[in-house]
């Protein structure tokens, strides 16, 4: 005690240090709605249980990204020790880990992202998970610049790998704009430091193109009257909630359902749009054969119907000039267990090609 003060602890002459603690989120009812809350999810190394208690319900954890069609994608590109590969599509790092798996002792895989808020993440849990600079670069660039490589790899990458669908981390974050869930500025883009934003955007297009765009990038049925509707209303349209009502009181009949089907393909339409993201793949689709080694593989995971048209006019056409050998005329699908545990693989679609051992770039 301390003689002066018996009521005062005994400190030694040095100041008493209060413990700190970090109060555990707090939200209503049983599961946690927000985010935020969702901070078991968050943490995915510490909460493997209830992550994958998540998963087991056919969801996505927050934050997370379940890789589709790993399957199906290591026997299209029927992978071996040694082998050099590039991933052109990072996200979640999940199928970088089972290419970098497959390749090791020796291979080397290359994956790319456009992200600068994800890629950080990525790099770092790969890295602390033992995959090192040996095996696996990283770099922070649009796979429509492939062509850059090519004087990186003269001989060829053995194999090439593309997912073009969002990763469910850009879909959930809220911050990001992707969603009509959450309450947040409309942005729409991968890479939130180039380009304009969906609001930003939708300020200045005209409507018939915005018309236009909603009826190529979604196949949106309504895309006139919508059209109409965002640009008699666009500062109503700067958060992804304001765009969603002005849709909402566009078609005040038509349930809840039905609704959420219509904002799906215009912000799907959107984001397609200010992130340029047909133009970049038909730069990726052509710079491709000179990237592959002979006799190398592609497999392109798509999402979305002007993907998938794209990628089969690319290898049918390489197929008929000599390019590629051979090529997946009919596209392969998640099986029927991953789309049950996963729904969001249910519109994926896989194809791949083989690069002709005796073509000449």
Known sequence: MNPENPS???SDNQPSETPTYTRRVRYRGTHPRKFQEKYKELNPEEHQEAV????SRGQTPAGMHIP???PEILEALQL?????GLDATLGYGGHTRKLVDQILPNGHLTSLDVDPIELPKTEARLRAEGYSEENLTIRRMNFAALSGLVYEVPQGFDFILADLGVSSMQLDTPSRGFSYKFQAPLDLRLNPQKGVSAAQFLMKVKQDDLAEILFEYSDEPQSLKIAESICASRAHCATTKGLAEVIKQRFPKV????LRKTYQRVFQALRIEVNQEFSVLDQFLAHLPAA???GGRVAILTFHSGEDRRVKHAFQEGFRSGIYESWSKDPVRPSFEEQRVNPRSTCAKLRFAVKSSTVID
């Open 8 to 10: 005062v602890p005994h």
């Open 292 to 294: 592959l080694a002979p």
């Open 68 to 70: 589709i069609c790993v």
């Open 80 to 84: 071996k020790p040694g082998m050099i």
């Open 52 to 55: 994958a208690h998540v998963i």
């Open 255 to 258: 349930e809840e359902a039905e």
